[in-house]
């Protein structure tokens, strides 16, 4: 699986960002997709994830009400909708995809997923 991520720049705090993740290479069918980020100097950390089969969706606790993840079979692409932007919401943004379908205690864990995309900055600030 190969992951294209885009959409990221800078936006004004309470701003918001749609963030896309391509995925090619196969049908996708019981995979998890996931966004993880990763703050200078800090590790990288999981935001949403979802079940590729079902739609099931997570949130981090940090951005549950403001960042939404959701996908689109039909052109095998996840979003991550991101509002109410904070400064501490800067960092690269990646994409993830596991071959599997995650339970939700592995869904936030870097090491499950198998493929990465190349990341995209997302910069908050005044």
């Known amino acids: 699986v190969q992951l294209q991520a885009s959409g990221g720049g800078w936006v004004q705090p309470g701003g918001s960002l749609r963030l896309s993740c391509a995925a090619s290479g196969r049908t996708l069918s019981r995979e998890t997709l996931a966004w993880f980020r990763q703050a200078p100097g800090k590790e990288r950390e999981f935001v949403a994830g979802?079940?590729?089969?079902?739609?099931?969706?997570f949130h981090a606790g940090a951005v549950k009400g403001r960042f939404t993840i959701s996908r689109n079979n039909a052109e095998s692409t996840v979003y991550l909708r991101m509002n109410s932007l904070k400064p501490e919401d800067t960092a690269v943004y990646y994409c993830?995809?596991?071959?599997?379908?995650?339970?939700?205690?592995?869904?936030?864990?870097?090491?499950?997923?198998?493929?990465w995309g190349q990341g995209t900055q997302v910069t908050v600030s005044s």
């Open positions: 993830a995809a596991s071959d599997f379908s995650l339970i939700m205690s592995s869904i936030g864990t870097p090491a499950q997923y198998h493929y």
């Open positions: 979802i079940r590729w089969s079902g739609g099931n969706t």
